[in-house]
Nanobody, 124 residues
C-alpha cells in the first residue's frame, strides 16, 4: 500500500532552519504531484507548498514564500521542504501529501495520500 513517511521535524529557535523529508513507497512517485500542508493546534490544515511531478512547477502559501523551498528527488522517492528563517507562527504538524497527475493544487481535498506528520516547534 501507499506510504508517506515524514521526518526532520524538531524544536528550533526563531530564525533557524530545518529540512523536512517525506519518503514515499508503494506508488510510482514520479507520477504524483506532491504537497506540504501544516496544522497547528485548534486550526484547520493549511496549504504550505506544492511541487509538480518533475519539480518544474511550484506553488507556495504567501506566508512561507521566500523562506520555504519544496524540492523532490524522484530517483529516491523523496520530497523535501527546506524551511529557513523560521518563525513561531510556523509551529505546526507538517504533512506531506500525494496526488496522481500533473496539476498541482492547494486544496486538502485534492490529495489522496497523506503521511502521519512531523512536528515543528519554533520558539521565540
Amino acid at each position: 500500500q501507499v506510504q508517506l513517511v515524514e521526518s526532520g521535524g524538531g524544536l528550533v529557535q526563531a530564525g533557524a532552519s530545518l529540512r523536512l523529508s517525506c519518503a514515499g513507497s508503494g506508488l510510482t512517485f514520479r507520477m504524483y504531484a506532491m504537497a506540504w500542508f501544516r496544522q497547528a493546534p485548534g486550526k484547520e490544515r493549511e496549504f504550505v507548498a506544492a511541487i509538480s511531478w518533475n519539480g518544474d512547477l511550484t506553488n507556495y502559501a504567501d506566508s512561507v514564500k521566500g523562506r520555504f523551498t519544496a524540492s523532490r528527488d524522484n530517483a529516491k522517492n523523496i520530497l523535501y521542504l527546506q524551511m529557513n528563517s523560521l518563525k513561531p507562527e510556523d509551529t505546526a504538524t507538517y504533512y506531506c501529501a500525494a496526488r496522481a497527475g500533473i496539476p498541482i493544487y492547494t486544496d486538502v481535498e485534492e490529495y489522496r495520500f497523506w503521511g502521519q506528520g512531523t512536528q515543528v516547534t519554533v520558539s521565540e
